[in-house]
């Protein structure tokens, strides 16, 4: 492994290509953990963002009209503004007027920029996919759920067992392109400097000066990242993919 | 299309008594909806972007939000300051002329992005494996790529001037960031046409060819033409989501109207103003946008096509 290291110093001195992330431990541990922020950072977003899907999809068969008005306006201001305002709008809006505690001396915010980023990206992510949940349980006919409620299912099981499935493998394709959105999206916690892969390599560049070599590598990183998703999530849809539907 | 067609109704008859039972039935096993969100889901997936949907209502809330902006920052206005309303007039003309810079940028890239897509989007249904396998794998990068990372890409690695046969041309920073703005424009007009490509019916083609027209004729004079149609509506999508991407370019260091609001705001130094602000220029993006989300839906509507 060290010659694999040292191969790269030998690169630099031989071809001037510096890439510091390989030979020196020091910034090769930094963009490790901006990769692993931006793993997490996409990977609990996604979690979330279902999350929301599901249960703002339940929220707007609600019987009450003010929980499907809010859920409606929920759906529009998410899908109709950029996910850049949005972002600011929690940082710098929400989090100026929450409290701050001053344990360590100095004011530390109670919510994080990677706690803004999280909530504000699921959010985001997760209006488009209360919309695509929506479809796809308008896609269960009122028979199937008939026939459940005929088998004495509550109508929360019902949801739960009956339509949630049924319309899941009809909402994957949409839900899968919402997804690889959102990963790509996850740049933009740069914006309030979240140490995820994009700032940190930010900060290498500005460190090392080797900025040609740095941007290279984050392209091809994001490129593999969002490629693995993409090919994953593909292959699951074909396997679960209802016989007969789609284009 | 699907098995289940979109048009799919119900049909209930009553059997007369010597009447077999049917062997299939006449109930869908899943409604409509199933099939407009997969129809929904390809041309997204085409498209690269989420369709901008955009109401009056919007505009109207929009509006409401600046009222109480504006409604919050005149309670705090101390005495001896300007009221709410003198502040943004003064400010306006100077948003306004870098709103103008955010709608000249997506211009630009829109441009860009679309002449060179449109080889690449050609180049994807060649016959040449070498082209079309390269074409391919741009495009893909492109889209994989977040736009940002094609932002700053742009910005750090092109120079700041070049010099041919001895003049020396200077590259400001927004047409770098424009540039980085076309790449990705660029990768989804690309997949864009290529998608209509293979959505004309391949008897049009053959027809073509017992006409004698060669390849390129047949590309250029009767599938492209009809490409036109469908392509339009994704391709203006894409244009409003590019404008409202603009601001983006505030985060590399371009002054458009986003970074100049920052400006203004701390100038002005008052925090009251934040809410009035930002939702003025909400509103400027959205009189722009809304017109072209609008008419996308028209057309779209207009050239759906019933097959």
């Given at each position: 492994m060290e010659s694999f290291w040292a191969w790269f110093r030998w690169l630099n001195d031989a071809t001037?290509?510096?890439?510091?992330?390989?030979?020196d431990p020091f910034d090769r541990g930094r963009f490790a953990s901006g990769l692993l922020v931006t793993i997490e950072l996409s990977a609990i977003c996604i979690i979330l963002s279902v999350a929301i899907g599901i249960v703002g999809a339940g929220l707007q068969r609600s019987r009450l009209r003010l929980t499907r008005q809010v859920v409606y306006w929920y759906i529009q201001f998410f899908r109709n503004t950029p996910p850049l305002v949005q972002l600011y709008f929690f940082y710098f809006g929400l989090g100026s007027m929450l409290a701050t505690t001053s344990a360590s001396g100095s004011p530390v915010p109670i919510v994080s920029n990677v706690a803004w980023a999280i909530v504000s990206l699921s959010f985001f992510a997760g209006a488009f996919n209360v919309e695509i949940f929506r479809s796809g349980i308008e896609a269960v006919p009122r028979t199937t759920v008939e026939a459940a409620e005929s088998l004495g299912f509550s109508r929360m099981r019902t949801y739960l067992f009956i339509v949630l499935p049924l319309a899941f493998r009809i909402s994957l394709p949409a839900l899968n392109n919402n997804l690889v959105n959102l990963v790509k999206t996850t740049t933009l916690a740069y914006a309030i400097a979240v140490p995820e892969m994009l700032y940190v390599s930010s900060q290498i560049w500005s460190d090392e000066l080797n900025v040609p070599e740095m941007m290279n590598v984050l392209l091809v990183c994001y490129f593999a990242l969002v490629g693995v998703l993409v090919y994953a999530m593909s292959r699951w849809e074909r396997a679960i993919k209802v016989p007969g539907f789609g284009v | 299309m699907s098995a289940g067609g979109s048009d799919h109704a119900i049909r209930t008859r009553t059997l007369r008594w010597n009447e077999p039972l049917p062997?299939?039935?006449?109930?869908?096993?899943?409604?409509p909806a199933a099939s407009h969100l997969a129809h929904a889901a390809a041309i997204e997936r085409t498209a690269g972007a989420f369709t901008l949907r955009l109401r009056p209502a919007h505009g109207v809330a929009l509006a409401v939000l600046f009222l109480i902006g504006c409604g919050w920052a005149e309670a705090q206005v101390q005495p001896g300051q300007p009221s709410i309303v003198e502040t943004l007039w003064k400010w306006t003309p100077v948003l306004l002329r870098g709103f103008l810079f955010n709608l000249l940028i997506s211009a630009v890239a829109m441009a860009a992005g679309t002449i060179v897509g449109l080889f690449l989007g050609f180049a994807q249904i060649s016959l040449l494996p070498p082209v079309r396998k390269g074409a391919w794998l741009t495009t893909h990068f492109f889209r994989n790529a977040p736009w940002l990372v094609l932002l700053f890409y742009c910005m750090f690695l092109l120079p700041f001037q070049v010099r041919i046969f001895g003049v020396t041309i200077p590259i400001p920073d927004w047409l770098k960031a424009t540039l980085g703005l076309a790449l990705p424009v660029m990768a989804n007009v690309s997949e864009i046409v290529r998608g209509a490509v293979q959505s004309i019916p391949t008897t049009q083609w053959e027809s073509a060819a017992s006409l004698a027209f060669n390849r390129r004729q047949t590309l250029w004079m009767i599938i492209f033409p009809q490409c036109i149609k469908r392509m339009l509506p994704p391709w203006m999508n894409l244009y409003a989501i590019l404008t409202m991407s603009t601001v983006l370019v505030s985060i590399v260091g371009v002054n458009e109207m986003m970074s100049l609001t920052r400006q203004a705001l701390s100038a002005e130094?008052?925090?009251?103003?934040l809410l009035a602000f930002y939702s003025y220029v909400l509103f400027w993006f959205f009189l722009y946008c809304y017109p072209i989300a609008r008419w996308t839906v028209r057309l779209e509507a207009r050239y759906a096509v019933n097959d």
């Open positions: 001037g290509i510096n890439l510091t992330i390989f030979y | 062997q299939t039935t006449d109930l869908p096993v899943l409604l130094n008052r925090p009251g103003l």
